[in-house]
T-cell receptor, first 112, second 113 residues
Framework: QKEVEQDPGPLSVPEGAIVSLNCTYS??????FMWYRQYSRKGPELLMY????GNKEDGRFTAQVDKSSKYISLFIRDSQPSDSATYLC????????????FGTGTRLLVSP | DAGVTQSPTHLIKTRGQQVTLRCSPK?????VSWYQQALGQGPQFIFQ???????QRGNFPDRFSGHQFPNYSSELNVNALLLGDSALYLC????????????FGPGTRLLVL
């Protein structure tokens, strides 16, 4: 079993839709949770960074962490064609020092 | 403020050869991590360098080695290349004091023929 599970998609939605992306994990030591966006043949770009449980909002993006269920989510409101990319969840037990453990990534396609 | 930079952007090698990839961290960062991303997969941790020493290592063979220089830049070396080493190699930098996560460079795409 992988430490982090993520549905690879693709997830296809029309422009303006609310998108929900999710990851589950098995290691209860994880404390820091990140979402990265990766365009084709580019490096991952940090979108959201959350410590422990709770919600964090930044513009059209909301990250949720439920440590009791070992489940994290990223919501994208008013999705745009420019949001079409692969979204990677990542987590570790200590920021900076420890390795990041990634999910497989979910490919999102937003059609005009 | 320059972000993480990597060179070269693309590289083609043949089996058995050796390759060196380079990374300059984001300004103010002192820790460099290397990841391998196969097509359709998430990045896999190779190792992390801090204070010019390898601090943590993932599940990669000794063919993968690295170095960090006094200016915090880093190199990844892969010896005896295999077809399966074809991947996007990503460098990420961070600040050891904590409070920040890892920021990635654009990657080096390696093709082994």
């Amino acid at each position: 079993q992988k430490e982090v599970e993520q549905d690879p998609g693709p997830l296809s939605v029309p422009e303006g839709a609310i998108v929900s992306l999710n990851c589950t994990y098995s290691n209860s030591a994880f404390q820091y949770f990140m979402w990265y966006r990766q365009y084709s043949r580019k490096g991952p770009e940090l979108l959201m960074y959350t410590y422990s449980s709770g919600n964090k909002e930044d513009g059209r993006f909301t990250a949720q962490v439920d440590k009791s269920s070992k489940y994290i989510s990223l919501f994208i409101r008013d999705s745009q064609p420019s949001d079409s990319a692969t979204y990677l969840c990542a987590m570790n037990s200590d920021t900076g020092f420890q390795k990041l453990v990634f999910g497989t990534g979910t490919r999102l396609l937003v059609s005009p | 403020d320059a972000g993480v930079t990597q060179s070269p952007t693309h590289l083609i090698k043949t089996r058995g050869q050796q390759v060196t990839l380079r990374c300059s961290p984001k300004s103010g960062h002192d820790t460099v991590s290397w990841y391998q991303q196969a097509l359709g997969q998430g990045p896999q941790f190779i190792f992390q360098y801090y204070e010019e020493e390898e601090r943590q290592r993932g599940n990669f063979p000794d063919r993968f080695s690295g170095h960090q220089f006094p200016n915090y830049s880093s190199e990844l070396n892969v010896n005896a290349l295999l077809l399966g080493d074809s991947a996007l190699y990503l460098c990420a930098s961070s600040f050891d004091r904590g409070g920040e996560t890892q920021y990635f460079g654009p990657g080096t795409r390696l093709l082994v023929l």
